[in-house]
């Protein structure tokens, strides 16, 4: 291969390659996450069915929809796991949006937070494709904005590397999930009355009051506070980082109401009994 004799020309012909190289390796890795969070779905789905078939004697008996929604909240309790996990990483101990790193702390990425992101965009895909499939069955219109909302910030996020730190706040929300699932379990196996019930719905109170209405509120916070590097990027991610949490909070709140109403009502005929 013949190199450019010009040493300018050489170094930029030297860096022109090395970008593409990174690039097409980049696009790869993001594909690979995608297909690898679609696959990380059907995996567990299918392993929630195993399971359950073994141990649970009441899934024989569940209807055809029935056991599809509770292989459904199998597979969102996996990708939930993961997703808290990394994000909290990310955010808490990783370093990746540290102010001590130089530039704004809006357009600070990684190749493992790109990746996960990636992931996390695959369940989102394969949900959203089983709720539309079985409509209204696994949800209804407010699970089909909450999850279109989700992907369009995770994959622009994904792509763009523009305001992940806010992106992964946000998905530290998903941390309430397996509890909510947990409560769908219980309920469908009668479990109503147990202590676990009852341990559930207090768990969840919890877990939501801190990851879904204190963290957004920091996340607001911190948004103000950081305004002038907010402002340097994109348009449209300016958009997204100002309409969706704001929108995703006003749910959590109304979700959150019911959840105290139910806790208030479960603990009231606790102590009647």
Excluded at 13 to 37: F, I, M, P, R, T
Excluded at 38 to 62: E, H, P, Q, R, V
Excluded at 124 to 139: E, R, V
Aim: charged share 15%.
């Amino acid at each position: 291969m013949d190199f450019p004799a010009d040493p300018i020309m050489m170094y930029k012909y030297k860096a022109e390659l090395l970008l593409k190289e990174y690039l097409l390796a980049d696009s790869y890795v993001l594909y690979a996450a995608v297909l690898g969070g679609i696959l990380m779905c059907k995996l567990s789905y299918d392993i929630t069915y195993i399971i359950s078939s073994i141990y649970f004697k009441g899934y024989a008996s569940l209807t055809n929809i029935r056991k599809i929604e509770w292989n459904n909240r199998g597979m969102s309790t996996v990708h939930a796991i993961f997703i808290t996990i990394m994000s909290v990483y990310l955010v808490f101990f990783s370093g990746l949006f540290s102010d001590k790193l130089d530039g704004p702390v809006t357009f600070q990425s990684s190749h493992l937070s790109n990746f996960t992101l990636g992931v996390s965009v695959g369940y989102f895909i394969a949900d959203l494709a089983m709720i539309f499939w079985f409509y209204p069955s696994l949800g209804g219109m407010e699970y089909v904005f909450h999850h279109i909302l989700s992907l369009v910030c995770a994959v622009y996020a994904m792509i763009s590397g523009e305001g992940q730190l806010y992106t992964y706040m946000v998905l530290i929300s998903e941390t309430t999930t397996p509890g909510i699932n947990l409560r769908w379990f219980l309920d469908v196996a009668g479990r109503k009355n147990s202590k676990a019930y009852l341990v559930n719905g207090i768990a969840m109170f919890v877990t939501w009051l801190v990851a879904r209405i204190i963290l957004f509120i920091y996340l607001f916070y911190h948004i103000l506070m950081n305004y002038d590097q907010v402002k340097q990027m994109n348009s449209f991610a300016c958009l997204l980082i100002s309409v969706a949490p704001s929108i995703l909070f006003v749910m959590n709140a109304m979700w959150f109401s019911k959840i105290l109403r139910g806790l208030r009502k479960t603990l009231a005929k606790r102590h009647v009994e």
